[in-house]
């Protein structure tokens, strides 16, 4: 168990903020100039702290919001605010080192990794999945659906919740390329694992020319390079991993990757996903704004008549569109937050606007973001 607080400072982190004249760096600039850039760099830092202090987690909240996750069956907080972690406790069994189900945080994982790939041309998210899965080409339904779709749950397939995760499931992958499709592609938002197990099975097609297994980029292009590789993952009969669910990682491995998602790719000065490739995050798909590829958004917390939704309850419930429309995580919250959510309470919140980083494991259904983020972010 370990708790740190930056008194003096408030917990807001300033160092390495701005130029830096030191050494040769002088050399950089004339002598004339050398004034104009020493009162730009104070400038610059006196901005930038200001900015984050505004937005400053104080350590009365922090232990409030500890107490909420603990008493609704939490097993890890970890709480980062720039590069002070503000907060780390472990409870009902949660040790620092313990690597808990992700559940459905995997699909965010499997999102970040089809970004890399988007980035590297094996596929695009705009193509047709039926170019790759020779199978659906004559379908009417299935044969319209394209990547994005799969990744944003609006493919028009049916959930596959039972015949996906039956006990003793051989080859899930087939299973999944059977799953009919029951509405046209785009137009539903259908929260299930078909989605994500049909994706597996065309990455896995599409990385065969290359020699290479779905399981073994993921990890290359995202959990390996943050510092959070797998020690375990779900698979079926035949050593299919799940991409709907099956990581397992513990509270710090799960900071790790939010620090990846805050720096947009980014990992200890390497680009390792572009930039760019995060702006699909900015909005959410047409059938439910609050979902893109794998991660939940807050986009809609400041428009009159947003409503807060409890995620975890609603995905069951095969709500339309439009119902979808005004929802968000919590209205406390930056509408720049976006969530990696899993069942029973498993959560990662990024809030880039405030530099901040939220790991969350616990093993109860009666959590809640809204109540959460509101006692940490009041």
């Known amino acids: 168990m370990r708790e740190t607080q930056e008194k003096k400072t408030g917990g807001i982190p300033h160092k390495g903020i701005g130029l830096s004249l030191q050494g040769g760096g002088n050399r950089l600039f004339p002598r004339g100039q050398r004034f104009l850039a020493c009162l730009l760099n104070y400038v610059f830092v006196v901005v930038s702290f200001q900015s984050i202090s505004a937005g400053s987690i104080s350590w009365q909240a922090a232990k409030k919001a500890h107490q909420y996750s603990s008493s609704h069956g939490g097993i890890s907080l970890l709480i980062k605010q720039g590069d002070s972690v503000l907060l780390e406790k472990y409870d009902n069994g949660g040790t ?225 569109a439009s119902s979808w429309r005004d929802a968000c995580i919590s209205k406390h919250a930056p509408p720049d937050l976006i969530a990696m959510v899993g069942s029973r309470g498993q959560r990662l919140y990024v809030v880039p606007s405030r530099r901040l980083i939220v790991a969350r494991q616990g093993k109860s259904n009666n959590f809640r973001d809204s109540e959460f983020l509101r006692i940490l972010l009041n």
């Not at 993952?233 to 790790?256: C, E, H, I």
């Open 96 to 320: 620092a080192t313990r690597r808990s189900p992700a559940f459905s945080m995997t699909k965010s994982f499997c999102g970040l990794m089809a970004m890399a790939a988007d980035a590297e041309r094996i596929f695009s998210l705009e193509e047709r999945v039926s170019d790759t899965i020779s199978e659906w080409r004559c379908d009417p339904v299935k044969s319209r659906i394209t990547v994005q779709q799969l990744l944003d749950q609006t493919s028009g397939l049916t959930t596959g919740y039972n015949a996906l995760y039956a006990s003793r499931v051989r080859d899930k992958g087939r299973i999944a390329l059977q799953v009919p499709g029951i509405s046209q592609p785009g137009s539903t938002f259908l929260y299930g694992p078909s989605h994500w197990e049909v994706f597996e099975e065309f990455l896995r097609r599409k990385l065969r020319v290359r020699g290479a297994q779905p399981l073994a980029y993921l990890r290359r292009k995202v959990l390996a390079v943050c510092g959070a590789d797998i020690a375990g993952w779900r698979r079926d009969n035949v050593g299919n991993p799940y991409f709907s669910t099956g990581a397992m990682l513990s509270a710090p491995q799960l900071t790790k990757i939010g620090d990846f998602i805050l720096n947009s790719g980014r990992r200890n000065c390497f680009q390792l996903i572009p930039k760019k490739e995060f702006e699909v995050l900015n909005y959410g798909s047409p059938a439910n704004p609050m979902y893109r590829m794998g991660f939940w958004l807050n986009r809609a917390s400041q428009i009159p008549g947003a409503e807060e939704v409890a995620i975890e309850q609603r995905i069951g419930g095969g709500y339309s």
